[in-house]
């Protein structure tokens, strides 16, 4: 992939920009489509309604690991100087903060990824969401709550385990990580033959994965062909918000992060408006939990998610795919705290089979 032409025609900010711009689209569109969400994934298998949501989640997960295995295995990408293997990551962080972001994920019935494609299919409760999640990852990213991030994250970290990579800790070579993906696909496929789910469904939470693999793709393309020295990196959406909210009070530029973010809700908008899916929710709507819920949902994934260095696709898919113990160690978190905040609230509720009614992400 040659950059140079587009980096001398508008610049590497621009061209970052334009980049997680193309990404952010297709993300959009994908998970749209799919209703790719994590925590819907989590419900299904723990039996609330059918297989769909588990099958849909499997097949994005399991392509993002095979298909960036297969890039690094190919020698296409490079993962050795991004942040999960340049520097100690923060274990502690990544399984406090992940489970603090699985409750959230269910008080707010939606990950920080799916409550965004909502936002713009026309849930305002989505929309509300997310900005309770970016004032609170801004402040935890680089305002009030930094000391309390700092002093969780410091308490253990991959520098006290011998590094980050699975591999290297199991002493396998890449072709293990294509294998495990490849099973994982496998798995996925026989989850979703089990659901029945349709193949368009399926076939969009795979693309989901593999947009996380173009992204690894295209950054570490970039990083090879810019003046200044980047990171190659992938999707995200907590990071996306904090750094946006710090540019619009610094009056900075944006990059990739901001392309990524403004990309995934044009995408979502304009595929709910082709599919007939946009549509204004409230919070007035009848069986809607209160404002307050989704208020403690949303500062617990806004904190959690920049704790945890990532949401449940920065961490889960993106660090997920390169194989990062601090990433899957987050997202294993994030599934746990999830399944544990539904068990609360099943708990709670005076009709058990009323909690079927809670798996849409709305």
Known sequence: MDLVPLIDLVGEPHTAL???LVLGLAFGIFAQRSQYCT????????????????ATWAA???????????????DLINV???????????LSGAIIGGLLFGVGMVLARGCVSRLLVLGASGNLRGVFSIAVVAITALATYSGVLVPLRDGI??????????G???LAHAGLDRWAGIVLGAALAAIALAVALRARVSIWRLSGGALVGLTVAAGWYFTWQLSTQVFDPIQAESLSFIRPLATTGELALEGGFGGLDQGVLLGAIIGAFVAAL?????????????????????????VLMGFGGILAVGCTIGAGLTGGSVLAISSLAGLGSMITGGALAHLALRSRSADPAASVGIIPAE
Request: charged residues 15%.
């Open 80 to 90: 050795d100087e991004t942040r999960f293997f340049s520097t100690a990551q923060s």
């Open 39 to 54: 925590r819907s994934a989590v419900l299904s298998a723990m039996g609330e309604g059918d297989l769909k949501p588990l």
């Open 274 to 298: 082709v599919a007939g899916e946009f549509r204004i929710a409230t919070f007035a709507e009848p069986g809607t939990p209160s404002i307050w819920r989704y208020t403690a949902g949303s």
């Open 153 to 162: 994250g410091s308490l253990w970290s991959t520098a006290a385990i011998g």
């Open 18 to 20: 334009i980049g997680g």
């Open 164 to 166: 980050n990579d699975l």
């Open 60 to 74: 994005g997960f399991a392509a993002a690991i095979l298909a960036v295995q297969l890039l690094l295995g190919g």
